[in-house]
């Protein structure tokens, strides 16, 4: 980090302060597997706990620690931004979303074979079969093309604002 100071001419404090912020940053080395697992409260509400107890076991590892055999690391993330599928993890790169118990060790046993599953259509793959956040029955709402500006607009509120007369009835 002291090199990438020198590179971008600060000081090697500032380097460090952004490196132990984010996530994305590791300081040290991590497994061939880093699974980023969601802790927040929409993933823990879903079962990331025992998503998590799930990952420890397969791997014989606790949360911040990596296989002696350099496979897995697996650390406890803020969120990742998909809690309409959550529980999920960060496999390297690759979203996998909704999982159980039972996705999780086959996502796991497919890493070890050196199968991971292919993405879907939207860059994560959803562990329950279903396509990106949708539901069971899929689409269910916002069917139709979205409306242009004025939709619903009452006829009545029509050019009777004047805008530049807005200030001075607010009293700016």
Not at 1 to 14: C, L, N, Q, W
Not at 28 to 47: A, D, R
Request: glycine share 10%; net charge negative; proline share 6%.
């Amino acid at each position: 980090m002291d090199k990438v100071a020198k590179i971008v001419e600060t000081e090697p404090m500032r380097v460090y302060e952004v490196a132990t912020f984010y996530t994305m940053f590791n300081r040290e080395p991590v497994g061939k597997y880093f699974i980023q697992l969601c802790g927040t409260t929409p993933c823990m509400v879903c079962g990331s706990e025992e998503i998590k107890k799930t990952i420890e076991d397969f791997c014989g590892i606790k949360e911040g620690q990596t296989s002696a055999d350099g496979m897995w690391t697996l650390r406890e993330v803020e969120c990742l931004g998909a809690c309409a599928n959550a529980p999920m993890v960060q496999l390297n790169d690759d979203y996998y979303e909704c999982l159980t118990p039972e996705t999780t060790v086959a996502l796991l046993e497919a890493c070890k074979r050196g199968e991971k599953p292919a993405m879907g259509a939207w860059g994560s793959l959803p562990m329950n079969g279903q396509v990106s956040c949708e539901g069971p029955l899929g689409k269910t709402c916002n069917l139709e093309e979205p409306h242009g500006p004025g939709f619903r607009m009452r006829d009545d509120l029509e050019a009777k604002v004047d805008p530049a007369s807005v200030k001075e009835h607010m009293g700016y």
